[in-house]
């Protein structure tokens, strides 16, 4: 059993930069891998990072790729997302995902979501 809790969205300049939290509760936070997905109303939910569960690998979408940085603390039982040089198009519902498996790009692989947190981007 895991709950999931996002924080940290909100309205910023285009260029500018976001953190996001996940912070989990009732779950044993190092057996899962974490990853961040979003989804813009109308279109499919789109991977953007995930992290293994020893936290000693890293996978990004090509879109994001050298933008933005997922990382965790486990002392904290909490995952971030680190959003940098943000782009209009960057604009979407951020949801944090565990899942009990390997890192993955699909989200099906994923058990436990988050509710989102907006983040928009202004140009």
Not at 13 to 40: D, E, I, N, P
Not at 53 to 63: K, L
Not at 81 to 104: H, R, W
């Amino acid at each position: 059993q895991v709950q999931l809790v996002e924080s940290g969205g909100g309205l910023v300049q285009a260029g500018g930069s976001l953190r996001l939290t996940c912070a989990a509760s009732g779950s044993t936070f190092s057996s899962y891998a974490k990853a961040w997905f979003r989804q813009v109303p109308g279109k499919e939910r789109e991977f953007v990072a995930a992290i293994s569960r020893s936290g000693g690998r890293t996978y990004y979408a090509d879109s994001v790729k050298g933008r933005f940085t997922i990382s965790r603390d486990n002392a904290k039982n909490t995952v971030y997302l680190q959003m940098n040089s943000l782009k209009p198009e960057d604009t979407a519902v951020y949801y944090c995902a565990f899942g009990p498996g390997i890192a993955t790009v699909n989200p099906s692989l994923y058990n436990y979501w988050g509710q989102g947190t907006q983040v928009t981007v202004s140009s």
